[in-house]
């Protein structure tokens, strides 16, 4: 069993220190009266934080779980539902093809600098071949971070660098109430992409990489790729019951991680038929626009 190495996170925040930080986001003047209100408040966050209540809306997980006792998010178990939706819509063969069409640029003109990007423009002209031969396009805009409250992509934590099964799908990181780390967009954006048959990302470079949040995006992809269905068998993330099971061993929920089969497979390729050959005419009229 490899050893659980400890130390690199600090302690908790001080208590001053916590209400800082808390109360910078009512730093706007027009809050002044309601001081003692925001008080109140942050003393109910002090003690979600010092708690740690990562998930304080829970119910038993019930059949079909490993430990059908254990307390699941419900936030968790309605995020679930909605990608098995998402999936069982997306092998319906009698489902109109879906392309969703993703901007990977963070600029827009609803912030700075006031002006839409290249890639959004591009997407339009994307959708302006593909509606037209039957597709139904779905638009995943991901500037929308920078210029939209409380629009969030919390970054990726690889807790599959630890063991495979620690990385849940969906992704249990998030939200985590005691961190303030809530409304996660990730929950919305991999219900999009299962159930998309064709995805198209138009982005620019950002110093010879991926800009901020399609990296962001796309490092939250990684539980779609074999994640473990079943957090309950591994009692959220406890490494030291969970590192000896690693990327490829024989752990109760690796047993559980959904594969694709031929059947999956072969109608994602027969759906997916009309979306190619529609995204080939698009890049070509897009080339010839130029």
Same mark, same amino acid.
């Given at each position: 069993?490899?050893d659980v190495?400890?130390?690199q996170?600090?302690?908790?925040?001080a208590?001053?220190?916590f209400a800082?930080?808390?109360?910078?986001?009512?730093d706007?003047?027009a809050?002044a009266?309601?001081?003692?209100a925001i008080?109140?408040?942050?003393?109910i966050a002090w003690?979600a934080?010092?708690e740690?209540?990562?998930?304080?809306r829970?119910r038993?997980a019930g059949p079909g779980?490993?430990?059908?006792?254990?307390d699941?998010?419900?936030?968790?178990?309605?995020?679930?539902?909605?990608?098995?939706?998402?999936?069982t819509?997306?092998?319906?063969?009698?489902? +109109? @093809?879906? /392309?969703?069409l993703?901007?990977g640029s963070?600029r827009?003109d609803? $912030? &700075?600098p006031?002006?839409? #990007?290249?890639?959004?423009r591009?997407v339009g002209?994307l959708?302006?071949?593909?509606?037209p031969?039957g597709?139904?396009i779905?638009?995943?805009?991901?500037?929308l971070?920078?210029s939209e409250?409380?629009?969030n992509?919390?970054?990726? +934590? @690889?807790? /599959?660098s630890?063991?495979?099964?620690?990385?849940?799908?969906?992704? $249990? &990181?998030?939200?985590?109430? #005691?961190l303030?780390?809530v409304?996660?967009?990730?929950?919305?954006?991999h219900?999009?992409c299962?159930?998309?048959?064709?995805?198209?990302?138009v982005?620019?470079v950002?110093?010879y990489q991926?800009?901020?949040?399609?990296?962001?995006?796309?490092d939250?992809?990684?539980?779609a790729?074999g994640?473990?269905?079943?957090?309950?068998?591994?009692?959220d993330k406890?490494p030291a019951?969970?590192?000896g099971?690693?990327?490829?061993?024989?752990g109760?929920?690796?047993q559980r991680?959904?594969r694709?089969g031929?059947?999956r497979?072969?109608?994602?390729r027969?759906q997916a038929?009309?979306a190619?050959?529609?995204?080939?005419?698009?890049s070509?009229?897009?080339?010839?626009?130029?």
């Amino acid at each position: 069993m490899t050893d659980v190495r400890k130390g690199q996170a600090p302690d908790h925040l001080a208590r001053d220190a916590f209400a800082e930080r808390f109360r910078n986001a009512f730093d706007d003047p027009a809050f002044a009266a309601e001081a003692p209100a925001i008080s109140r408040l942050e003393q109910i966050a002090w003690e979600a934080y010092a708690e740690g209540r990562k998930s304080p809306r829970t119910r038993k997980a019930g059949p079909g779980y490993a430990d059908p006792d254990y307390d699941l998010s419900t936030e968790w178990i309605a995020t679930r539902d909605k990608l098995e939706r998402a999936q069982t819509t997306w092998a319906d063969p009698a489902t +109109k @093809s879906r /392309v969703l069409l993703i901007v990977g640029s963070p600029r827009n003109d609803g $912030t &700075c600098p006031g002006e839409v #990007s290249k890639s959004w423009r591009m997407v339009g002209l994307l959708r302006e071949v593909l509606e037209p031969a039957g597709l139904h396009i779905d638009v995943l805009d991901l500037s929308l971070v920078t210029s939209e409250y409380g629009r969030n992509i919390h970054p990726c +934590k @690889s807790c /599959v660098s630890t063991a495979m099964p620690l990385c849940h799908w969906p992704c $249990t &990181c998030y939200p985590n109430h #005691s961190l303030n780390q809530v409304n996660d967009w990730m929950a919305d954006i991999h219900e999009q992409c299962v159930a998309a048959h064709a995805v198209i990302i138009v982005t620019p470079v950002h110093w010879y990489q991926s800009p901020t949040p399609l990296k962001a995006m796309i490092d939250r992809l990684v539980c779609a790729d074999g994640g473990n269905p079943d957090p309950t068998s591994t009692h959220d993330k406890k490494p030291a019951e969970n590192a000896g099971w690693g990327c490829g061993g024989a752990g109760r929920s690796a047993q559980r991680r959904p594969r694709g089969g031929a059947h999956r497979q072969g109608l994602a390729r027969r759906q997916a038929q009309v979306a190619d050959r529609a995204i080939a005419q698009a890049s070509a009229e897009v080339s010839a626009s130029k």
